[in-house]
């Protein structure tokens, strides 16, 4: 049994911490973050991922998992100290390293004994060596520092932790390394180790690659509603070729959440300034703005004036099983909508707590069938499992134009118009030209 001190109680931490604890190993999270210590003290999750409130009762039930405020208290007599802060985009896309500089300095001023630094945040490329040099400069004892990527999932991030693609760790001391490999020798994963900037750059290099599958597929389905063809087969008929994979080709209204679109602009970011130019990324970027922004080109040319129309949106979170709303979609789509006098109505079944303080003009519902009531379009933004299976001659039948624009392909669009639905998936046959053409002469 190791002792083990994850500094940050976000996503990352709190599931790293969290699940380290459930291999059998005593671990302290610690946070300046008052009000989220007191709740996890209390037994109350500050965020939704399934099975991850189970997993903390129990460790802290069997007394391997705690929570403190106090970097003396969270670091006393520990073995490793993984770094788990957030690391937002600044004005300029750059990451934003507040969080990080105070953490590595708090750790330098309280580590009391020899420890592991560990990175687990998403840091900049040359992070490891800066913060080898706080530890140094401030710090009392000798701490090697190792930088080990995350690679978990929102909505999956218990299952991605105890079953990992890879693991990745990287320094300058090989010994620390092979350290903080033992920590996860129980899950039987491949692991890689590099130096330090290799291994910060494998985690935004993996990003920057799957966000650019998203944006391609993206890129090809706004070229199959122009053509006639239908996006789903033609990612299917990709996704079979062993060299491209299925995995991130659907198309839909783009990539949102904490990582994707922070690390992308981070990336692009650090490379512009190293004398690169990094073009790929930034078309990236631009699709990925453009997939949201042609949601209101198909209600423009199927309602007509937006000004008092009443919009439904199903999902507000970025992705399923999660209640996080950073960069996502629904956010902006809505914001769109009501700058064009729109009235929106909205439910999601994890974020509407949280999108309530960011949306205080939207109309929250109970359910799916409440936001289709009385609704002059319906659009599809995150694509729950409960979504996939609405009574959908129901929501024919409350709305009051059965205008739907399904922005994650859920529906088959022959039952849909069926069922008596003017529908509208993305890079979908059944879609004409001339309805992305009437949009544009409106404006966009």
């Given at each position: 049994m190791s002792t083990i001190s994850v500094?940050?109680?976000g996503y990352v931490g709190l599931v790293t911490g969290a699940c380290f604890a459930d291999l059998g190993n005593r671990v302290v999270c610690i946070d300046v973050d008052e009000r989220k210590i007191a709740m996890l003290q209390a037994g109350e999750i500050p965020i939704y991922e399934p099975g991850l409130e189970e997993l903390v009762e129990r460790n802290v039930r069997s007394q391997r998992l705690s929570f403190t405020t106090s970097y003396a208290e969270g670091l006393t007599g520990t073995d490793f100290v993984f770094v788990a802060v957030n690391t937002p985009s600044g004005h300029a896309g750059e990451a934003d390293m507040t969080y990080a500089r105070s953490a590595a300095r708090s750790i330098a001023e309280h580590l009391d004994g020899p420890a592991i630094v560990v990175n687990k945040s998403t840091m900049p490329i040359g992070t490891g060596d800066w913060v080898v040099g706080v530890l140094s400069r401030y710090g009392r004892v000798r701490a090697p520092v190792v930088s080990n990527p995350e690679f978990?999932?929102?909505g999956s991030a218990i299952?991605?932790?105890?079953?990992?693609d890879r693991v990745v760790l990287g320094s300058d001391d090989r010994q620390a390394a092979e350290r903080v490999a033992q920590l996860y020798a129980s899950l039987k994963a491949p692991i890689l180790v590099t130096d330090l900037r290799t291994a910060e750059m494998i985690k935004y290099a993996s990003n920057a690659f799957l966000a650019t599958k998203i944006s391609f597929i993206n890129e090809m389905a706004s070229i199959c509603e122009r053509m006639g063809a239908d996006v789903k087969e033609v990612a299917?008929?990709?996704g079979l070729d062993a060299r491209i994979g299925a995995a991130f080709l659907d198309a839909g209204v783009g990539y949102g959440g904490s990582c994707f679109p922070k690390d992308v602009q981070a990336l692009v970011h650090m490379a512009s300034l190293s004398g690169c130019h990094p073009q790929l990324l930034r078309a990236v970027i631009e699709i990925n703005r453009d997939a949201r922004r042609s949601v209101m080109l198909k209600l423009r040319a199927?309602?007509?004036?937006?000004?008092e129309r009443v919009i439904g949106i199903l999902g507000l979170a970025f992705k399923p099983n999660t209640d996080d709303l950073r960069e996502a979609p629904a956010l902006e789509i809505i914001r769109l909508l009501q700058q064009e006098g729109a009235r929106v109505k909205a439910y999601d079944p994890a974020a509407m707590e949280k999108a309530q303080a960011l949306l205080p003009d939207v109309s929250f519902c109970q359910d799916p069938y409440a936001t289709a009531s009385g609704a002059d379009a319906l659009v599809v933004v995150t694509e729950w499992n409960e979504f996939k299976?609405?009574?959908l001659r129901q929501i024919q039948q409350l709305m009051a134009r059965p205008i739907l624009v399904d922005g994650r392909n859920l529906?088959?669009?022959s039952e849909m118009k069926a069922l008596g639905f003017e529908y509208y998936g993305i890079g979908r046959a059944a879609q004409s030209g001339e309805l992305l053409n009437a949009g544009r002469v409106n404006g966009v």
């Open positions: 500094v940050g109680t978990l999932r929102e299952v991605d932790f105890n079953h990992p299917r008929g990709m199927a309602v007509g004036d937006l000004d299976h609405l009574d529906y088959d669009p």
